[in-house]
């Protein structure tokens, strides 16, 4: 039980199981798929903050971003 | 009698009373009185005794041994000046017997019979002791100038010396910075622990920075080694006494702090990573990933430059596989795992469970939104506090127009910064429904996704997706490869491809990934489900 407290507000193993409604995953495979999903989530969470990032930054400087846009295509 | 003349001074500078000329003098007057004819004359200048390794000396015994039988005398002045050593003294004396040579001492008896060996033994030794009693005289002033604070020789590149090489002058004071190359080492030594770079990097830097220009040579990385090295203490302020390996305050000017230091002695242990490896390299995302069909190691990646640029190829890098040397263009490797990926989707029957993921995790990083939104409300509260102040400068002439034109721009500027951030994080904070979209639609095209991903994301998608990587047949292409237990290849969409080229209308259960994704449970649902 130790590794469900790896990542805080973590979906418990029962709570999976619930969403699962497969009575025939074992503990360690539900375990795998909340970690690979959690994964998952992480990554997707880090490029949705990326590229809210990159529009803030866009709508912060627009006339920079237009400078770069230009040189670039020169 | 025929004999040679060897004669020694341990430096051009000694003294009248053993200076090469009077020592000559004194042995051709020996070898007159013994009625010795004297063969050759060896002067040995600037050459300690310490050691029988001395050019001339050795040139005379070499003499010896090729006129064997003809010579008879090794004429020196003194015992001192043959060795200041017992061992090299006897033992060299034993090889000029065998040769039929005998020492002869101009002002000392020695010889071959039992009191005159006795002699030439104490002699021997009171040599050696001289020599012992000088060298720890030497060592003794150079442990009392460390002491005191002063760096007894040579200081590292970046210091003058003080008094160096100055006869009968000793360092009375420490060695003062070099103000030209002072701060350029000093740059490098700050910089080391923060670039991670390899000392290679370093004395390139160095270069561009002026050192070449200044020392008139180009700086090797041998030279910062040595001042990442053995200099290191001294440019930290410390002076070390090699003898006894204790420490002390130098009086010099230091370059470095001694935490700065030890640092540096850190990177260089490798407790702190030194240079910054990039373990995935943007351009071969796949690398690591794509193993070779052949020898089952991961390819790698090289970017030969041939005609007009370089040229990005992916390659098996085992020696021993009949694969090496066979390069797949990155191009062709990449669009063809592009197409792979477009196959894979998350099984839909774990979908709840990826809501649900998705919902805790957002909420998760939601609490640090939240936070970040109060810090914007409360620095928007000063500056608008800022910018009535201004206002009320203006109005009792604090400001004048320009001034006031300038300050109001300035924190403007500022405020409508920070309300976007604000309205930002506030958007981030409460739209959870919008991110649910957002998470569903990435998965639904796993191939368009991948492409977009920023490059230190893909080799955490990649691993996610093969966690044992994808054999690649430069035939066949991509063989079939264990998947992550969430995802599965998804043949249903290989079918639609085929149904749709037979321009047969779609039978139904074969709709697109994208709505069967976005099936499942709502936000709601899911939170209620999950708060049971």
């Known amino acids: 039980m130790a590794s469900e407290n790896k990542f805080i507000n973590m979906l418990s193993i029962e709570q999976t199981k619930k969403l699962l409604k497969d009575p025939n995953i074992s503990d360690k495979e539900i375990e795998e798929i909340r970690d690979g999903f959690r994964m998952l989530a992480e990554i997707i969470f880090e490029k949705w903050q990326q590229e809210k990032q990159t529009k803030r930054v866009q709508k912060l400087y627009p006339q920079k971003e237009a400078l770069c846009k230009k040189e670039l295509s020169l | 009698m025929r004999g040679i003349i060897y004669t020694r001074v341990s430096s051009d500078e000694q003294v009248k009373g053993t200076s090469l000329e009077f020592q000559e003098e004194l042995c051709r007057k020996y070898c007159e009185q013994k009625s010795i004819e004297v063969l050759a004359i060896f002067k040995e200048e600037g050459a300690s005794a310490k050691t029988a390794d001395r050019a001339e000396f050795l040139r005379a015994i070499e003499f010896c041994r090729k006129n064997k039988g003809k010579l008879d005398a090794f004429v020196v002045a003194k015992v001192d000046r043959f060795a200041r050593n017992t061992e090299d003294h006897f033992y060299v004396r034993k090889i000029l017997l065998d040769y039929g040579v005998t020492l002869h001492s101009v002002t000392e008896p020695i010889g071959n019979n039992p009191a005159e060996k006795f002699v030439e033994t104490v002699l021997a030794g009171s040599s050696e002791f001289d020599n012992a009693i000088r060298k720890q005289r030497c060592t003794d002033g ?145 690398r690591r990933t794509v193993i070779c069909v052949s020898c089952n190691r991961p390819l790698t990646g090289s970017a030969p430059r041939g005609n007009g640029g370089k040229y990005f190829y992916y390659h098996c890098h085992n020696k021993e596989c009949s694969l090496f040397g066979k390069s797949i263009p990155k191009e062709t490797l990449e669009n063809k795992f592009l197409e792979y990926l477009e196959k894979i989707t998350p099984k839909e029957k774990f979908l709840n469970v990826f809501k649900a993921t998705v919902l805790d995790l957002w909420q998760e990083k939601g609490k640090r939104f939240e936070s970040e939104a109060a810090k914007y409300e409360k620095r928007l509260e000063m500056l608008q506090a800022k910018r009535k102040r201004i206002f009320e400068m203006r109005e009792d002439g604090s400001y004048d127009k320009e001034e006031f034109q300038e300050r109001k721009e300035e924190v403007e500027n500022e405020i409508a910064a920070v309300k976007i951030s604000l309205s930002e994080s506030r958007i981030e904070q409460f739209d959870i429904e919008g991110s649910l979209t957002y998470a569903t639609n990435f998965i639904s095209n796993l191939g368009r996704q991948w492409f977009d991903l920023p490059p230190q994301l893909r080799p955490r998608f990649q691993q996610l997706i093969f966690p044992e990587g994808i054999p690649y047949d430069r035939v066949k292409g991509f063989g079939t490869a264990k998947l992550g237990l969430i995802f599965n290849l998804n043949r249903q969409f290989l079918r639609r491809k085929f149904v749709k080229k037979s321009q047969v209308v779609d039978p139904a259960g074969l709709e697109p990934a994208i709505s069967r994704m976005q099936t499942g449970c709502s936000a709601a649902e899911l939170r209620a489900l999950v708060h049971l």
């Open chain 2, 142 to 286: 150079m442990i009392k100038r460390i002491n005191q604070g002063i760096y007894p020789w040579k200081p590292p590149v970046g210091y003058k010396c003080a008094n160096f090489k100055k006869r009968g002058e000793k360092k009375s004071e420490p060695d003062p910075p070099d103000d030209t190359i002072f701060p350029l080492i000093q740059r490098a030594l700050k910089e080391y622990p923060k670039r991670r770079c390899t000392q290679v990097e370093l004395a390139r830097l160095l270069d561009e920075w002026g050192l070449k220009e200044i020392r008139g040579r180009k700086t090797t990385p041998q030279f910062v080694d040595r001042m990442l090295g053995k200099h290191l203490k001294f440019y930290a302020g410390l002076l070390e006494n090699p003898w006894t390996g204790e420490e002390t305050e130098g009086q010099h000017i230091e370059m470095i702090t001694q935490e700065e230091m030890h640092m540096i002695q850190l990177v260089r242990a490798g407790r702190i990573n030194s240079a910054k490896h990039d373990r995935y390299n943007p351009n071969f995302p796949l």
